[in-house]
């Protein structure tokens, strides 16, 4: 059982936008800052997200993220058939001392 | 350009040991702090251990404290994680990766290698 909470699955078709959730506490997302991760099929996780909202360079302004309190988003919008990946959410734990991720979603593209 | 080599996985019985490898290049190594992060088959990510840039100071999860080590040697551009009294759950790709700055908890996980399988079977 992961301490971030994000749905197992999310799915849309070409052009939609589409939203992923991450639930967590105080300890983590309340008191510190979400990083989200991509993972396309046999490859290692790329970073998508920091700091909530920040996109390394190279990331299409597509993607976006969002936190509000002890929840974080990560929305992709003009959604296209190579955003189908898993999608985690990660933020530090101030009680574990560690990194903690979400479960993982897996984005389908219909 | 970043990059990061992970060896050292292999087929090792329920209690023994083994070392990982994590060879950095294209940055400097001794700057930045370092993780290991691993992904059981079909699974999720977790987080193992960290480590800031000049080994000061050290983190791991539960699951593996006490069992595991990470170090590095900033000579070398190389991070390690030994891996002692291994459990089948313990089995996963294991990745390493640079943090964008000198400790691992202010910052995270940026760039990841493409990892390095361990199977821990009897």
């Known amino acids: 059982q992961s301490v971030l909470t994000q749905p197992p699955s999310a799915s849309g078709t070409p052009g939609q936008r589409v939203t992923i959730s991450c639930s967590g506490g105080?300890?983590?997302?309340?008191?510190?800052?979400v990083n989200w991760y991509q993972q396309l099929p046999g490859t290692a996780p790329k970073l998508l997200i920091y700091?909530?909202?920040q996109r390394p360079s190279g990331v299409p302004d597509r993607f976006s993220g969002s936190k509000s309190g002890t929840s974080a988003s990560l929305a992709i919008s003009g959604l296209q058939s190579e955003d189908e990946a898993d999608y985690y959410c990660a933020s530090w734990d101030d009680s574990l001392n560690g990194w903690v991720f979400g479960g993982g979603t897996k984005l389908t593209v219909l | 350009e970043v990059q990061l080599v992970e060896s050292g996985g292999g087929l090792v019985q329920p209690g023994r040991s083994l070392r990982l490898s994590c060879a950095a290049s294209g940055f400097t190594f001794d700057d930045y702090a370092m993780h290991w992060v691993r992904q059981a088959p079909g699974k999720g990510l977790e987080w193992v251990s960290g480590i800031s840039w000049n080994s000061g100071n050290t983190g791991y999860a539960d699951s593996v404290k006490g069992r595991f080590t990470i170090s590095r040697d900033n000579a070398k551009n190389s991070l390690y994680l030994q891996m002692n009294s291994l459990r089948p759950e313990d089995t996963a790709l294991y990745y390493c990766?640079?943090?964008?700055?000198?400790?691992?908890?202010?910052?995270?996980?940026?760039?990841w290698g493409q990892g390095t399988l361990v199977t821990v079977s009897s």
């Open positions: 105080s300890s983590n997302i309340g008191s510190n800052t």
């Open positions: 700091s909530n909202n």
């Open positions: 990766a640079k943090d964008p700055g000198y400790d691992f908890w202010s910052g995270y996980p940026h760039y």
